[in-house]
T-cell receptor, first 114, second 111 residues
Framework: DVKVTQSSRYLVKRTGEKVFLECVQD?????MFWYRQDPGLGLRLIYF???????EKGDIPEGYSVSREKKERFSLILESASTNQTSMYLCASRTTLASTDTQYFGPGTRLTVL | GEDVEQSLFLSVREGDSSVINCTYT??????LYWYKQEPGAGLQLLTY?????DMKQDQRLTVLLNKKDKHLSLRIADTQTGDSAIYFCAETKAGGFKTIFGAGTRLFVKA
């Protein structure tokens, strides 16, 4: 079974703090994704990485950056957290070698910025 | 443009069938998915269908695809209280990295 883990389930930070969200997958998947989920808006793609050290902006990259130094780990960084970044953050991974493009999701990190 | 639309809420009685509907706009989509999200959890893949198929059945789940109308539905037979969750419709373009998700349909199952 594919396992995608996220470093925290719940996180509370203050405005202006630098925040790191970590995601690790154990199935040697090439692609990894960061989404945020907000009520009524579904999932919106922040950034994705198609391989180590490779990253591409998604639909809402402003205020975020990412790092992928190792294949199994994809980090989302909020350089200076703001209250409008309060959200549920979901990480996902995917292999390009399977017959489908299925993404496997972590349990999510609920971030509150005060 | 890229858009996946779903109704936000559905309420059914335990034992009835649930039908969750979705419309998509990208005719080049290769895969169409249904994901389930239980409270406090990430998304779990329920089932998927290739865009060259019309129907897929998997135990209590039936997926119907109408390519002409770009309409996808998920039918859950004999709905149980454990089926209460948010259901997301999603599509992936042929050869693309991005998966486009709908806003999710919250299914309430009344005992």
């Amino acid at each position: 079974d594919v396992k995608v883990t996220q470093s925290s389930r719940y996180l509370v930070k203050r405005t202006g703090e630098k925040v790191f969200l970590e995601c690790v997958q154990d199935m040697d998947h090439e692609n990894m994704f960061w989404y945020r989920q907000d009520p009524g808006l579904g999932l919106r793609l922040i950034y994705f990485s198609y391989d180590v050290k490779m990253k591409e902006k998604g639909d809402i990259p402003e205020g975020y950056s990412v790092s992928r130094e190792k294949k199994e780990r994809f980090s989302l960084i909020l350089e200076s957290a703001s209250t409008n970044q309060t959200s549920m953050y979901l990480c996902a991974s995917r292999t390009t070698l399977a017959s489908t493009d299925t993404q496997y999701f972590g349990p999510g990190t609920r971030l509150t910025v005060l | 443009g890229e858009d996946v639309e779903q109704s936000l809420f559905l309420s059914v009685r335990e034992g009835d069938s649930s039908v969750i509907n979705c419309t998509y706009t990208d005719s080049s989509s290769t895969y169409l998915y249904w994901y389930k999200q239980e409270p406090g959890a990430g998304l779990q893949l329920l089932t998927y269908i290739f865009s060259n198929m019309d129907m897929k059945q998997d135990q209590r789940l039936t997926v119907l695809l109408n390519k002409k109308d770009k309409h996808l539905s998920l039918r859950i037979a004999d709905t149980q209280t454990g089926d209460s969750a948010i259901y997301f419709c999603a599509e992936t373009k042929a050869g693309g990295f991005k998966t486009i998700f709908g806003a999710g349909t919250r299914l309430f199952v009344k005992a």
